[in-house]
Structures are given as structure tokens and as C-alpha cells.
């Protein structure tokens, strides 16, 4: 790195001063025995529901901890993914004056948490030829004020993976922190960048359980950071904001990931599947190769293709208005039923 990383001076001069809120049960753990909780005015009567949940998730991120061979101190649980990009914001970002490095096409959402937080959003594109970040681009576009860029690999709409060379290089030369928002991880064939936690002090990975899990309606999200950077997020995020309904049924999701796994295996075969024959149907001109649970694909006109699916019960994701992505449409692999009906329904289109 060009100058010694140092966590203190890229958070908020605000936020580094504060002492967080301490809730009524940040005080006081547990040691098993049993105890009268008189401290945080709730309702007596059990219910199952009737206390508040753990503020720090503890045995969510024991069992992650196990899982992917980090340190419970390295995590960080918000509410759905968009809660963990948003806490980074507001814990490295001061509004009207730094500003983020985003590489479109990609996930909308930094774009409107850059607006909510006033922050600038610095937008360098894709190269047009192999989608890959232009590291002499970032670099250019970056200055002091710059604190966080992200990569989303693999790339939501274009569902390609970032080459670990390209990521390695700008880990190395960029001051800010690079988050690598692996939302779509478990759909590669390549692992995550979590086994490189230890080596660089400013990489954030963030993953989520709505994606492969299956678990979008729970909405919870995971940050993977140093122990230093975790500090700081938890200091700024709200109390309780993973619910026990959540924090119970994500427990026994991962003491059972076997049907996850087959899931994951059946859904990666249906898109190995899948491209060829979408590159068969007369409209499609181009198909994205893809290391996610989706495919984008260049057809004639999407508008028209778009409506043309909907009268039949389809919803597609039309990407066209995003740069690079001109008369594109990103389909969602579903189950063997709902893709050979999909293929069907394309088939009939004229
Ligand atoms: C779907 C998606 C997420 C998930 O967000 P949650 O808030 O965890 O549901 C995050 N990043 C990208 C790129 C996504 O496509």
C-alpha cells in the first residue's frame, strides 16, 4: 500500500468521538444461571417474543465463525446487506465532502445510499470489451476524499466474477477501504475473498442470506471486516436491529445447509443449461456468461420483449437504461418447471 493503512483517520471525526448507545442487555451477559430481568421495562410474560433479542447476535456469528473460519469479532450483521453498505457510509463518509468509487453497471443500491448520505458518488465504467474494473480509471478517479469502493463480484446485472488480479492490484494501491459485495459468492466457482481477511487491513467483504440461502424475506446481511473496522461499524448501528425471529431461524439454517447445497448445485446446472438454449431464440443476440444465479441477455428490443413476457406471466429485470447494458434483460434462474416454461413462452415470441 502506498502509505501505512490507518483505520482512525478514514472514520468520521464524529463518529470516532462518540460513545455508542448502550442498550439494557449490552450490560449484562449471561452466565447461564437463572436470572430476573427487571432492567429494560418489557413485558414479564413469556411469549417466546416478549424480550428483546441479543444486540450482538452472538450465536448467529458463533455458528458463522465456525462456518467460514473467521473470528466473531470480524463480523457484522445488518439488517439485509443494504443495512451493512449503509452503516459504512455513515461510519466513513461525510456527507457533502467524500465521495465513494462505484463501477457501473452494477447494483443500484450505492448509488442511492451515496444520495441519501450526500456523498459523491465517482462512477468509472466497466471496460466495454471484458466487464473487468479499470484499475488505471479507479486509481485516477480516486483522492484523498475518496473512502470506500466498491465491487460487486460477481457483478449484478452482468454476472460475471472480477479477476483476483484486478482486485489484488487495487487492494494494494488504493487508501480507502474496497468492499467486495459477494452477494452472489456461492453461485462461483471460485471461493470467496474471505481467506484474505488477515492480509489486508482494508478489505470488507459483505455477503447476505437472500440470495443462495433463500432467505430474502428474513433480510439479514453479513460484513466481514478486520476487528478494528467491525468496532466502528458496531458503534454507529442501531441497537436491535437483527430481530430473535431472525437471529432463531438463521441459527438452524446453517446447522442444516445440505438442502441449501443441493439447491445452489441444481440452480448452477440449470444456468449451464440454460445459456445455450437462450442462444438458440432468434432475438437474442448476446448472452453474458455468468458465475451468479442469473443471466443478462442483449435481445432486439427489450422494452418490447419485456412487455411481451409480462402479458405471458413472466417478470423479467429490464437492465437497459444502465450503462453498457442497451436492450438487455436479466433473467432470474428459477426452478426446472418455471425455466423450461420460460423457454417455452421465448420460443412463441414474434
Ligand atoms: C441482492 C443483492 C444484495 C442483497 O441485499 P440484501 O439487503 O442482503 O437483501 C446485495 N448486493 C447485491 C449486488 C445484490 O444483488
Redesign the pocket.
Known amino acids: 500500500m502506498s502509505q501505512v493503512f490507518n483505520i482512525e483517520k478514514l472514520v468520521r471525526e464524529n463518529v470516532r468521538k462518540m460513545k455508542p448507545y448502550a442498550s439494557a442487555r449490552d450490560e449484562y451477559h449471561s452466565d447461564g444461571s437463572e436470572m430476573v430481568f427487571l432492567d429494560a421495562n418489557e413485558n414479564p410474560f413469556d411469549n417466546g417474543l416478549n424480550r428483546y433479542p441479543d444486540p450482538q447476535q452472538w450465536k448467529v456469528k458463533k455458528s458463522l465463525a465456525s462456518i467460514k473460519d473467521v473470528s466473531e469479532k470480524q463480523i457484522l450483521l445488518?439488517?439485509?446487506?443494504?443495512?451493512?453498505?449503509d452503516l459504512l457510509f455513515r461510519a466513513f463518509c461525510e456527507p457533502g465532502q467524500d465521495n465513494v468509487i462505484t463501477l457501473p453497471p452494477?447494483?443500484g443500491?450505492y448509488q442511492v445510499l451515496a444520495n441519501i448520505n450526500a456523498v459523491e458518488n465517482r462512477e468509472v465504467l466497466l471496460r466495454k470489451d471484458t466487464l473487468e474494473p479499470d484499475v488505471e480509471g479507479i486509481l485516477e478517479a480516486a483522492d484523498e476524499q475518496t473512502k470506500l469502493l466498491f465491487f460487486?463480484s460477481p457483478?449484478?446485472p452482468t454476472g460475471n466474477r472480477f479477476s483476483d488480479e484486478t482486485i489484488r492490484q487495487l487492494l494494494g494501491s488504493f487508501n480507502g477501504l474496497v468492499v467486495i459485495?459477494e452477494?452472489?459468492i456461492d453461485f462461483s466457482k471460485e471461493g470467496s475473498w474471505l481467506r484474505e481477511l488477515g492480509n489486508y487491513p482494508n478489505l470488507v467483504i459483505?455477503q447476505?442470506?437472500?440470495?443462495a440461502y433463500g432467505l430474502?424475506g428474513l433480510?439479514?446481511?453479513i460484513c466481514y471486516a478486520s476487528r478494528d473496522i467491525i468496532a466502528v461499524l458496531n458503534k454507529i448501528k442501531p441497537p436491535y436491529n437483527i430481530n430473535a425471529l431472525t437471529q432463531r431461524r438463521v441459527v438452524e439454517a446453517l446447522a442444516d445447509t445440505g438442502s441449501v447445497k443441493r439447491e445452489i448445485e441444481t440452480i448452477v446446472s440449470e444456468r449451464i443449461r440454460l445459456i445455450p438454449l437462450l442462444a438458440e431464440i432468434p432475438f437474442v443476440s448476446d448472452i453474458y456468461d455468468s458465475d451468479a444465479n442469473f443471466v443478462l441477455l442483449r435481445v432486439d428490443d427489450a422494452n418490447k420483449r419485456y412487455t411481451q413476457m409480462l402479458e405471458r406471466g413472466f417478470v423479467l429485470r429490464n437492465r437497459s437504461t444502465q450503462p453498457l447494458c442497451n436492450n438487455t434483460l436479466r433473467i432470474t434462474i428459477g426452478t426446472p418447471e418455471e425455466n423450461q416454461k420460460l423457454l417455452n413462452a421465448l420460443k412463441t415470441l414474434r
Open positions: 445488518g439488517n439485509g446487506s443494504d443495512e451493512v453498505l452494477t447494483y443500491m460487486c457483478n449484478n459485495d452477494a452472489y459483505t447476505t442470506f437472500s440470495k430474502a433480510r439479514l446481511g
